[in-house]
């Protein structure tokens, strides 16, 4: 146990918690059960001392309420880009084992369903792209739909729509959206199995068919970035990625229909809750158990959605591509223009792990939390399964993006998983009232980023101030073995939801 810990005032004036806290090493610190009764597994931060300073007791409460949930296994974690969210944090992991009365949780997804990043290549040099960046933004921008409930140029039948539920990115590609090895390089190869569209609502249906290859709003964007720094030659040699080329970073979601499908669900659950007695602290963490009727109509559903997301990324990315095409006057092949990886952040998913000695089937709940499989594991892509499964990181606009591999300590310590992103440690309200984005779109202008977005508010919500150092956030992960950094992307050009 260590004694140098830090020290803070909670802004709530509760009890100093760091000085409960049981650090295993300088970024592994835990909640002991004896923290608060009721806890069945000890909670798991995932933090440098610096981040834990910034952490407040509200969202150490919602790590704690989830260690409560029944069937919990191991831990109830938190990744270095925690924060608070609906009920379960916002950079937390959890698993629940259905043979010890686990429950399945909408909270523990979010409303938006496989909120995910794809990170495109090109063959193009900084150089290359520096000329034209301010028309290559305009042209991105006036090609994806962005903002609150935008709507696409590409509008499906229900017949389209069902089989996007149940196909994901494969059904997007034989709509002529992309090339069939596109699917390869995607988690779960862009479609989870047993999505079941008779479980979605006509309301979620309904918002999400005009919806597929927009961006939505809130921290979604398109990004064109350059590598400026690989740190492991080899995981980048097999990534096909080199110092000065520039990639294209695309992070968004489920759109309307995810969120309408967490939105249905969470009232669902919230009978569920007293038709089957489960003690829970907070209503957000509204669940059932796993095998029953109401959790695996929701997971049902939820796969659905997550299949929507993939779909949706990958007709962003296909848009993407042609506008490359169209700036450069040069053809796919000759642009490179190909999908290096896909991985979602808002998802639950059976997965095997190892759990005290034995293999169990849980079922592992990941918001704001990226899969993050190590070497050899059967469900990364041939090509990179001697090394390791991509984990993509996105920065802040302003701050850099990273392209790590699943560590070798992933499975053992966190289920699989590493961080989603560098954190908000501001929230929206307070930065619209403190910011001032034109300002800052002009401060990120002088350092040769350029921002387009439909109203400068949004450029002020999403500073890069109002979040973690993407640095600090990565160093964690990589100091612990979750995953193991391979690469820096800086910033060049975005388009904002």
Same mark, same amino acid.
Request: aromatic share 8%.
């Given at each position: 146990?260590?004694?140098?810990?830090?020290?803070?005032?909670?802004? !709530?004036? +509760?009890?100093?918690?760091? +000085?409960?806290?049981?650090?295993?090493?300088?970024?592994?610190?835990?909640?002991?059960?004896? =923290?608060?009764?009721?806890?069945?597994?000890?909670?798991?931060?995932?933090?440098?001392?610096?981040?834990?300073?910034?952490?407040?007791?509200?969202?150490?409460?919602?790590?704690?309420?989830?260690?409560?949930?029944?069937?919990?296994?191991?831990?109830?974690?938190?990744?270095?880009?925690?924060?608070?969210?609906?009920?379960?944090?916002?950079?937390?992991?959890?698993?629940?084992?259905?043979?010890?009365?686990?429950?399945?949780?909408?909270?523990?997804?979010?409303?938006?369903? !496989?909120?995910?990043?794809?990170?495109?290549? $090109?063959?193009? $040099?900084?150089?290359?792209?520096?000329?034209?960046? #301010?028309?290559?933004?305009?042209?991105?921008?006036?090609?994806?739909? $962005?903002?609150?409930?935008?709507?696409?140029?590409?509008?499906?039948?229900?017949?389209?729509?069902?089989?996007?539920?149940?196909?994901?990115?494969?059904?997007?590609?034989?709509?002529?959206?992309?090339?069939?090895?596109?699917?390869?390089?995607?988690?779960?190869?862009?479609?989870?199995?047993?999505?079941?569209?008779?479980?979605?609502?006509?309301?979620?249906?309904?918002?999400?068919?005009?919806?597929?290859?927009?961006?939505?709003?809130?921290?979604?964007?398109?990004?064109?970035?350059?590598?400026?720094?690989?740190?492991?030659?080899?995981?980048?040699?097999?990534?096909?990625?080199?110092?000065?080329?520039?990639?294209?970073?695309?992070?968004?979601?489920?759109?309307?229909?995810?969120?309408?499908?967490?939105?249905?669900?969470?009232?669902?659950? !919230?009978?569920?809750?007293?038709? =089957?007695?489960?003690?829970?602290?907070?209503?957000?963490?509204?669940?059932?158990?796993?095998?029953?009727?109401?959790?695996?109509?929701?997971?049902?559903?939820?796969?659905?959605?997550?299949? =929507?997301?993939?779909?949706?990324?990958?007709?962003?990315?296909?848009?993407?591509?042609?506008?490359?095409?169209?700036?450069?006057?040069?053809?796919?092949?000759?642009?490179?223009?190909?999908?290096?990886?896909?991985?979602?952040? !808002?998802?639950?998913?059976?997965?095997?792990?190892?759990?005290?000695?034995?293999?169990?089937?849980?079922?592992?709940?990941?918001?704001?939390?990226?899969?993050?499989?190590?070497?050899?594991?059967?469900?990364?892509?041939?090509?990179?399964?001697?090394?390791?499964?991509?984990?993509?990181?996105?920065?802040?606009?302003? $701050?850099?993006?990273?392209?790590?591999?699943?560590? #070798?300590?992933?499975?053992?310590?966190?289920?699989?998983?590493?961080?989603?992103?560098?954190?908000?440690?501001?929230?929206?309200?307070?930065?619209?009232?403190?910011?001032?984005?034109?300002?800052?779109?002009?401060?990120?202008?002088?350092?040769?980023?350029?921002?387009?977005?439909?109203?400068?508010?949004?450029?002020?919500? +999403?500073?890069?101030?109002?979040?973690?150092?993407?640095?600090?956030?990565?160093?964690?992960?990589?100091?612990?073995?979750?995953?193991?950094?391979?690469?820096?992307?800086?910033?060049?050009?975005?388009?904002?939801?």
């Amino acid at each position: 146990m260590s004694s140098n810990k830090p020290s803070f005032e909670s802004e !709530n004036n +509760e009890t100093d918690f760091s +000085e409960k806290l049981i650090s295993q090493d300088e970024n592994i610190w835990d909640i002991p059960t004896s =923290y608060s009764s009721g806890m069945r597994v000890p909670g798991r931060l995932f933090l440098s001392k610096d981040l834990l300073r910034d952490l407040d007791a509200e969202t150490i409460k919602q790590v704690v309420n989830v260690a409560k949930l029944p069937g919990v296994q191991k831990y109830s974690m938190a990744m270095p880009d925690v924060h608070l969210g609906y009920g379960f944090v916002i950079g937390g992991v959890a698993a629940f084992d259905p043979e010890d009365g686990g429950v399945i949780s909408p909270g523990g997804v979010g409303f938006d369903i !496989n909120c995910g990043v794809r990170l495109m290549k $090109t063959s193009l $040099t900084k150089a290359d792209v520096d000329p034209v960046l #301010p028309k290559l933004v305009d042209m991105l921008f006036k090609k994806i739909p $962005t903002g609150v409930g935008s709507k696409s140029q590409f509008k499906v039948n229900d017949e389209e729509l069902t089989n996007a539920f149940l196909n994901g990115s494969k059904w997007a590609i034989e709509a002529g959206f992309g090339v069939p090895e596109d699917s390869i390089f995607c988690e779960a190869a862009g479609a989870m199995q047993g999505g079941d569209p008779s479980k979605v609502s006509i309301k979620s249906r309904r918002r999400g068919r005009p919806q597929f290859g927009t961006l939505g709003s809130g921290n979604h964007f398109v990004e064109i970035q350059y590598i400026d720094k690989i740190y492991d030659e080899k995981a980048a040699e097999a990534y096909g990625i080199y110092e000065g080329q520039v990639c294209t970073m695309i992070h968004c979601g489920s759109r309307g229909a995810g969120h309408q499908i967490c939105t249905d669900y969470l009232q669902v659950m !919230n009978k569920a809750v007293k038709k =089957y007695k489960i003690s829970i602290d907070d209503m957000q963490l509204a669940c059932a158990p796993a095998n029953s009727e109401e959790a695996q109509d929701y997971y049902k559903s939820m796969i659905c959605g997550a299949n =929507y997301a993939w779909a949706n990324r990958q007709v962003i990315m296909h848009w993407t591509r042609e506008v490359l095409i169209d700036a450069f006057k040069r053809d796919f092949d000759s642009l490179g223009l190909d999908l290096l990886y896909d991985v979602a952040h !808002n998802v639950a998913k059976l997965e095997k792990h190892e759990i005290d000695g034995s293999k169990k089937e849980v079922y592992v709940h990941r918001k704001g939390a990226t899969r993050a499989f190590p070497a050899g594991h059967f469900e990364i892509p041939f090509k990179y399964r001697d090394i390791g499964q991509p984990v993509l990181i996105p920065g802040s606009m302003g $701050t850099p993006s990273y392209i790590l591999i699943g560590g #070798p300590k992933s499975m053992e310590l966190s289920f699989g998983s590493a961080c989603h992103g560098a954190g908000r440690v501001l929230g929206r309200g307070k930065a619209i009232k403190t910011l001032d984005g034109k300002s800052i779109k002009e401060g990120l202008a002088d350092k040769g980023i350029i921002v387009k977005a439909e109203r400068d508010q949004i450029i002020a919500e +999403e500073a890069p101030e109002v979040y973690k150092p993407s640095n600090e956030v990565v160093d964690v992960v990589d100091k612990t073995g979750i995953a193991l950094k391979v690469a820096r992307l800086i910033p060049m050009g975005v388009i904002k939801g």
